[in-house]
């Protein structure tokens, strides 16, 4: 299983540009998330899926999209891209809700000129 | 509202010492904890959770819910031990939806 990956690894946009950013996991996970990660902030919620056709707000959903047509896929959006969305983006899944543990991506390290 | 804070950014130790990395939360209700680490050029991974009451590489975390902590603790540090060190919190009730609201983050250095 190569668990969960997101693509591109690195991204520099101009202002105003848009992309989408990939992740992708094999493990038939039904949740999967979306956090960002800023310097000395900790990684906040951007948005989540509890399963395919499923999606909600986190704490930090403006400025970005995201849809789940498939298990396996969970891409975000970003409209439009700001200086202030330059930070490291991670995606993780997991089985279920609860204590079941959540497995990250690598990280996509997004830098908005 | 709920909120994990670490309130330090940088702890440096030598190998050998005991090591404590503090977490306090705050939360109404019953809360999940969980301690993430992330080694260099690696992604975040699991580290441990309250409610396992194990000991993952050395490491061991008390939930204590009078003082709302969480602190992580290892008696003897290694030097690969070195890595960013996250606190987290999944505080929901019925339909969980496992959110994590991730703490500041603290760097565990361990100097030979």
Redesign the interface.
């Known amino acids: 299983n190569a668990g969960v990956t997101q693509t591109p690894k690195f991204r520099i946009l101009k202002i105003g540009q848009s992309m989408t950013l990939q992740c992708t996991q094999d493990m038939n996970h039904n ?1 999967m ?1 979306w ?1 960002r990660q800023d310097p ?6 951007i948005y ?1 899926s ?1 399963g395919a056709g499923i999606t ?1 707000k ?2 930090v959903p403006n400025g970005y999209n995201v849809s789940r047509s498939t298990t396996e896929d969970f891409p975000l959006r970003l409209e439009l891209a700001a200086p202030s969305q330059t930070s490291v983006y ?1 995606c ?1 899944s ?1 089985l ?12 996509t390290r997004l830098t908005v000129l | 509202a709920q909120r994990v804070t670490q309130p330090e950014k940088l702890l440096s130790v030598f190998k050998g010492a005991p090591v404590e990395l503090k977490c306090n939360y705050s939360y109404s209700g019953s809360p999940e904890l969980f301690w993430y680490v992330q080694y260099s050029r690696q992604r975040l991974q699991l580290l441990l959770r309250h409610i396992s009451r194990e000991s993952i590489k050395g490491f061991t975390a008390d939930l204590n819910k009078g003082e709302t902590s969480f602190h992580l603790k290892k008696p003897f540090a290694q030097e690969e031990d070195s890595a960013m060190y996250y606190c987290a919190l999944s505080g929901e009730g019925s339909g969980n939806t496992g959110k994590l609201i991730f703490g500041q983050g603290t760097t565990l250095q361990v100097k030979p």
Do not use: C, I, N, S
């Not at chain 1, 000395?40 to 919620?45: A, T």
């Not at chain 1, 279920?96 to 990280?107: C, E, L, M, N, R």
């Open positions: 949740y998330y956090y000395g902030m900790g990684l906040k919620l989540y509890v909600d986190g704490e991670f993780a997991r279920a809700g609860g204590t079941d543990t959540q497995y990250f991506g690598p990280g």
